[in-house]
């Protein structure tokens, strides 16, 4: 048995994609783990192959009013897996994130950690956490490395076989975090937070970033809704969530020890039930004059949006709103019966009147669905443009687990089981025809 506490690094992989912005992603799992650890009496270091901030960028970093900026790049070659579908020339394919060369450099100026934590976002970004791993063995040839998130949670088989990890860990940490220390390096860990109680966890570990541009923030984990095409109920069963005062003490804890001003809300679910959870906290921060700028960019349930939800989230400062619209065919309520025509026309209603502008206004529509007929896509545009908001298309990717990957599989063209990153949502597995995919390119012009 070893008491005298280890070393632990705590690594965000890189992103491998076509296109990829910080519009407010950071790694909130890894940063409650690394927080969890602390609070154990490990060392904890932390690299972040996404740091927009790294001491060793020459040019100016750049951060928006909001927080967002963008990712230094380098293009790379694109994956075997995908040149059949796309060609070898001509195509951006781009690691996203600090230069290769900066993080060697990093993690050969560490001490050797006595394991080390890789975490995982998007499925299809698996070839940048393959990328990760083999350098953080190269440099410490030896070292257990354990992956999880949500790419390992997804697709398990395909990260056991492909990532280099030793451990592959699925779901979330905290029920399986301290058997994995004490195997891989003998030190038990005392204090796990009580899964029924997300009060008990500790505040993320974000002060492990060299500068927080804007601060996540989950005031729930899960989703009561079970969308066909989301994962949110296979990755976080139970739809758990923290009471307003313990989030409030977070956003003020961010703020006033590290001038945070922006925050991004990550929930799922964060307006349901809103009595008991929004409403108080919205309350407190408004009581409260702490003048900061919120951001929902994970959408929020139009069904909730009333006259008093949109009027406490402007005068708490809520700054991007997104919702979750998915379609305007009220009609064909195939991805879950989350909102009717009248309740999408009242909540915009509500927003309006309670000051919010159109350009703070944005409702996400599904675009690339299985079997989508694009008319639907169209005409919601115009139906979000003609309500005074802005419609943005999020394109669809298939997830594993999801109850909509089985019609996925069948309808993409080619075997998106092949490879997760097959999934892209850019390449738009499940659309078809050549003149489908023309069609998105003049969606995405209308909505620009
Ligand atoms: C917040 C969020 C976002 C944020 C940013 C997320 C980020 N950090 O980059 C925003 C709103 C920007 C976003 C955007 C998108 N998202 Co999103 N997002 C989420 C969401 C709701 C929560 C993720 C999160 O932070 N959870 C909270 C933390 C605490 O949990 P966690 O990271 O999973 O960590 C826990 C465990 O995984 C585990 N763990 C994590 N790391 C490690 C490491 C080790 C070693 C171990 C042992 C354990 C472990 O322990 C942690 C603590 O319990 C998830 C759904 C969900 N409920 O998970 C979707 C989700 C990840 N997003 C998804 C999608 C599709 C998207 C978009 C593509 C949507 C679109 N079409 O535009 C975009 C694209 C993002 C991009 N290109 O950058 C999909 C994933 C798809 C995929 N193929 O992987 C999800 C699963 C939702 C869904 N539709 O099913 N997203």
């Not at 008491?3 to 690594?11: A, E, M, N, Y």
């Not at 945070?260 to 009595?275: C, M, Q, R």
């Amino acid at each position: 048995m070893r008491t005298d506490p280890p070393h632990i690094l705590c690594v965000n992989p890189w992103v491998h994609d076509f296109a990829a912005f910080d519009f407010w992603a950071r790694p909130l799992g890894l940063f409650t783990i690394a927080a969890i650890l602390r609070r154990n009496r490990v060392r904890v270091s932390f690299v972040d192959c996404m740091n927009r901030f790294h001491p060793r960028k020459t040019n100016r970093v750049k951060v928006y009013w909001d927080g967002r900026g963008p990712f230094e790049k380098t293009r790379i070659p694109l994956p075997e897996v995908l040149e059949p579908h796309l060609g070898k020339d001509g195509v951006n394919f781009t690691r996203y994130g600090a230069l290769k060369g900066w993080i060697e450099q990093d993690l050969s100026a560490m001490d050797r950690p006595d394991l080390i934590l890789v975490t995982s976002l998007m499925t299809y970004w698996a070839t940048g956490v393959a990328e990760t791993i083999a350098l953080l063995k190269k440099v410490f040839p030896g070292v257990p490395v354990a992956l999880g998130g949500i790419y390992a949670t997804l697709c398990d088989a395909h990260a056991r076989q492909y990532s280099g990890a030793d451990h592959v860990i699925t779901g979330p940490a905290e029920p399986v975090l301290a058997d994995l220390v004490k195997t891989c390096t003998g030190f038990t860990l005392n204090h796990i937070p009580a899964p029924t109680d997300l009060d008990a966890e500790p505040f993320a570990a974000l002060d492990l970033q060299e500068s927080m541009a804007y601060a996540p923030i989950l005031t729930s984990r899960g989703c009561p809704f079970s969308c066909e095409y989301c994962a949110s109920s296979f990755l976080e069963p139970r739809f758990r969530r923290r009471s307003p005062d313990n989030v409030f003490q977070e956003i003020r804890h961010w703020h006033t020890r590290f001038q945070v001003k922006n925050f991004a809300f990550y929930d799922d679910a964060l307006l349901i039930n809103p009595e008991k959870n929004a409403f108080p906290l919205l309350e407190r921060i408004i009581d409260e004059k702490m003048d900061l700028f919120f951001h929902t960019p994970n959408a929020l349930h139009i069904k909730e949006i009333s006259a008093k939800a949109a009027d406490l989230m402007f005068k708490a400062g809520f700054k991007t709103i997104r919702l979750g619209l998915e379609t305007t065919d009220f009609s064909s309520h195939r991805h879950d019966i989350k909102v009717r025509q009248d309740e999408f026309f009242t909540a915009v209603e509500n927003l309006r009147a309670a000051g919010f502008a159109k350009d703070q206004l944005g409702a996400y529509l599904l675009c690339g669905l299985p079997g989508q007929d694009l008319d639907e896509v169209e005409a919601s545009i115009g139906l979000v443009k003609r309500l005074g908001v802005t419609p943005v298309l999020a394109y669809y990717t298939p997830i594993p687990h999801t109850a909509m990957w089985a019609d996925a599989v069948k309808n993409a063209r080619f075997d998106i089981t092949a490879h997760p990153a097959l999934t892209n949502n850019s390449l738009f597995p499940c659309v078809r025809s050549q003149q489908d995919l023309a069609r998105i390119s003049q969606l995405k012009k209308m909505v620009k």
